[in-house]
């Protein structure tokens, strides 16, 4: 059992070791874990929320800026790419000058880069500070990650990652309903403006109660060249996922982009072999259950992201709910995970990550498959069912995969073990949605023209099919101005019934990535290195 050993820098002549926290008194503000808890919940809780809540606001935006299609996809484009490519480097730069730092400093970044888009008057400067908020938001979660990781002895731990867990499935999954409330009600700037306060509580609760700890070992210097290298492949990989539905699976310009991201793949892992102090050091991935946590991540993002992008639009498009309703009909989701994300800290403490892990994807698979049978007419209480099984599956590995992934390596890589897990989620998703999006597409251009006709509708040009398939994949009905009552009764019934073929074959698609993802779960074993932050000095 490995264990590390941080010097006190609090003040000048105090070179005296903290004892661990089971030993440490309960009194007092400065590194109480539970505090340091909340304090980090409440920074992370900007970043989930900005996951979600900003999709609702995008109609608005554009409405009132102007903007085109294309320039409000880069509203959420340009968040998601900075976020996605800066998360390991940002976790590299807490391992190097202190999680307390990077996260002092990704709070008041985001918070003051909402502030701007809400002040901004054009469509331009809101691309560009939800750029800023993305680099921010990366230096502000692997930090968190470190600072359970280094305030939390490893019996606590679990339940400690099982909360922060909650508080991102509940701030993803509540997201739509808040930002459905503030854009109904206040307007589009408040959807941003709300985390300039709640960046101030978590700045005053980070400067009040966190701690830094680092490693006595932890790194020195930079991998310029492998940062480079390692940005340019996860741009390279983000940008190819996020264009393929418009450009094609079978563009050029699609695999270049994916060609181009192996390529800096492996460029920068010949290049870690030789670098002193590499940026991830590949010996990380010799640990099977780090790999396996990794890739459980991944899968576990691309069955959950890319299951419930489709939900929305049938809820919305195809029940007809506005976004605040549909959000209030994903509350069984984001109770299940509430409740579930500290009853899974408890279960993997008590049974490590294995078993757990393993039932929560199979009880994922499960509600994919369920949500692969929903119709037009499907009650709210089956809905509710599907929802709720599905955010209790999601539960334990959420908690379970971040634990077996900064659990496993070394201490004074926590940071970079946080960009890793977040990193892997945010490609999950991209992935999800990208690989989910494209069956989808593909189900509604093989149905949609006999579905169409066997209706005995008028058939469609060219142009006008590919128009109809486009509105068709997010449920919408692609009726024309002036069409009788009854044509558009059953073009909307024609429309419905191709949307919910292509979900459920989608649905379906990840009920299966989560089977695989069962079996990866069985590789994953308790953290060796989780007891490295249990008795950690103070810096």
Same mark, same amino acid.
């Given at each position: 059992?490995?264990?590390?050993?941080?010097?006190?820098? !609090?003040?000048?002549?105090?070179?005296?070791?903290?004892?661990?926290?089971?030993?440490?008194?309960?009194?007092?503000?400065?590194?109480?874990?539970?505090?340091? +808890?909340?304090?980090?919940?409440?920074?992370?809780?900007?970043?989930?929320?900005?996951?979600?809540?900003?999709?609702?606001?995008?109609?608005?935006?554009?409405?009132?800026?102007?903007?085109?299609?294309?320039?409000?996809?880069?509203?959420?484009? =340009?968040?998601?790419?900075?976020?996605?490519?800066?998360?390991?480097?940002?976790?590299?730069?807490?391992?190097?000058?202190?999680?307390?730092?990077?996260? &002092?400093?990704?709070?008041?970044?985001?918070?003051?880069?909402?502030? =701007?888009? %809400?002040?901004?008057?054009?469509?331009?400067?809101?691309?560009?500070?939800?750029?800023?908020?993305?680099?921010?938001?990366?230096?502000?979660?692997?930090?968190?990650?470190?600072?359970?990781?280094?305030?939390?002895?490893?019996?606590?731990?679990?339940?400690?990652?099982?909360?922060?867990?909650?508080?991102?499935?509940?701030?993803?999954?509540?997201?739509?309903?808040?930002?459905?409330?503030?854009?109904?009600?206040?307007?589009?700037?408040?959807?941003?403006?709300?985390?300039?306060?709640?960046?101030?509580?978590? &700045?005053?609760?980070?400067?009040?109660?966190?701690?830094?700890?680092?490693?006595?070992?932890?790194?020195?210097?930079?991998?310029?060249?492998?940062?480079?290298?390692?940005?340019?492949?996860?741009?390279?990989?983000?940008?190819?996922?996020?264009?393929?539905?418009?450009?094609?699976?079978?563009?050029?310009?699609?695999?270049?982009?994916?060609?181009?991201?192996?390529?800096?793949?492996?460029?920068?892992?010949?290049?870690?072999?030789?670098?002193?102090?590499?940026?991830?050091?590949?010996?990380?991935?010799?640990?099977?259950?780090?790999?396996?946590?990794?890739?459980?991540?991944?899968?576990? =993002?691309?069955?959950?992201?890319?299951?419930?992008?489709?939900?929305?639009?049938?809820?919305?498009?195809?029940?007809?709910?506005?976004?605040?309703?549909?959000?209030?009909? +994903?509350?069984?989701?984001?109770?299940?995970?509430?409740?579930?994300?500290?009853?899974?800290?408890?279960?993997?403490?008590?049974?490590?990550?294995?078993?757990?892990?393993?039932?929560?994807?199979?009880?994922?698979?499960?509600?994919?498959?369920?949500?692969?049978?929903?119709?037009?007419?499907?009650?709210?209480?089956?809905?509710?069912?599907?929802?709720?099984? +599905?955010?209790?599956?999601? =539960?334990?590995?959420?908690?379970?995969?971040?634990?077996?992934?900064?659990?496993?390596?070394?201490?004074?890589?926590?940071?970079?073990?946080?960009?890793?897990?977040?990193?892997?989620?945010?490609?999950?998703?991209?992935?999800?949605?990208?690989?989910?999006?494209?069956?989808?597409?593909?189900?509604?251009?093989?149905?949609?023209?006999?579905?169409?006709?066997?209706?005995?509708?008028?058939?469609?040009?060219?142009?006008?099919?590919?128009?109809?398939?486009?509105?068709?994949?997010?449920?919408?009905?692609?009726?024309?101005?002036?069409?009788?009552?009854?044509?558009?009764?059953?073009?909307?019934?024609?429309?419905?019934? !191709?949307?919910?073929? %292509?979900?459920?074959?989608?649905?379906?698609?990840?009920?299966?990535?989560?089977?695989?993802?069962?079996?990866?779960?069985?590789?994953?074993?308790?953290?060796?290195?989780?007891?490295?932050?249990?008795?950690?000095?103070?810096?």
């Amino acid at each position: 059992m490995t264990s590390q050993t941080t010097i006190d820098k !609090t003040g000048p002549e105090d070179k005296t070791p903290v004892p661990p926290l089971d030993q440490a008194p309960s009194t007092g503000l400065r590194g109480h874990p539970w505090f340091t +808890l909340i304090t980090v919940a409440v920074g992370v809780m900007m970043v989930a929320l900005d996951g979600t809540i900003v999709a609702i606001a995008n109609p608005a935006i554009a409405k009132d800026l102007g903007a085109t299609f294309a320039d409000v996809q880069w509203i959420t484009n =340009a968040y998601f790419l900075a976020l996605a490519v800066s998360l390991i480097t940002a976790g590299k730069l807490g391992d190097r000058f202190g999680h307390r730092q990077t996260f &002092l400093i990704g709070v008041t970044g985001f918070a003051a880069a909402s502030g =701007a888009i %809400g002040l901004s008057h054009s469509i331009a400067f809101v691309v560009t500070f939800r750029v800023f908020q993305g680099l921010f938001g990366a230096l502000l979660m692997p930090a968190a990650l470190g600072l359970l990781r280094a305030t939390f002895p490893a019996e606590k731990l679990n339940m400690a990652i099982g909360i922060w867990g909650m508080v991102i499935g509940a701030s993803t999954a509540g997201g739509p309903i808040l930002g459905g409330l503030l854009v109904q009600h206040v307007s589009w700037q408040s959807v941003f403006f709300i985390n300039v306060p709640v960046g101030a509580v978590a &700045l005053v609760l980070g400067v009040l109660i966190l701690r830094d700890h680092r490693a006595e070992n932890a790194p020195r210097s930079f991998d310029l060249l492998g940062i480079a290298l390692l940005s340019g492949a996860m741009f390279c990989l983000v940008w190819a996922l996020i264009k393929a539905p418009a450009w094609g699976w079978g563009d050029l310009k699609t695999w270049s982009f994916l060609g181009a991201s192996v390529l800096g793949f492996v460029a920068f892992a010949l290049w870690e072999k030789r670098v002193k102090e590499p940026l991830i050091p590949l010996a990380l991935f010799r640990s099977v259950p780090l790999s396996a946590g990794v890739v459980l991540m991944v899968l576990m =993002a691309i069955a959950f992201m890319g299951g419930l992008f489709f939900v929305t639009f049938y809820l919305q498009n195809v029940h007809g709910m506005s976004p605040v309703d549909a959000g209030l009909h +994903l509350l069984p989701l984001t109770g299940m995970m509430i409740v579930g994300s500290p009853l899974a800290g408890l279960a993997i403490t008590k049974l490590g990550p294995r078993i757990p892990l393993a039932s929560g994807m199979a009880a994922t698979a499960i509600a994919m498959y369920g949500m692969s049978t929903l119709e037009a007419d499907t009650s709210s209480g089956l809905m509710s069912i599907w929802f709720a099984l +599905l955010g209790f599956g999601l =539960a334990p590995v959420m908690v379970g995969a971040t634990e077996v992934i900064v659990g496993n390596a070394p201490m004074e890589l926590s940071g970079v073990a946080g960009g890793l897990q977040q990193a892997a989620m945010q490609i999950g998703g991209s992935l999800g949605t990208a690989v989910l999006g494209a069956v989808m597409a593909s189900k509604v251009d093989n149905d949609l023209a006999g579905n169409w006709a066997e209706a005995g509708l008028p058939k469609l040009t060219d142009a006008q099919q590919a128009l109809a398939s486009q509105a068709v994949q997010q449920g919408g009905a692609p009726v024309p101005k002036g069409t009788p009552e009854a044509i558009a009764g059953k073009i909307a019934a024609v429309a419905h019934d !191709t949307f919910i073929s %292509g979900m459920s074959l989608a649905c379906l698609v990840a009920a299966g990535v989560a089977v695989v993802a069962v079996f990866v779960a069985l590789l994953t074993k308790r953290g060796q290195n989780a007891e490295a932050g249990a008795g950690v000095g103070h810096i």
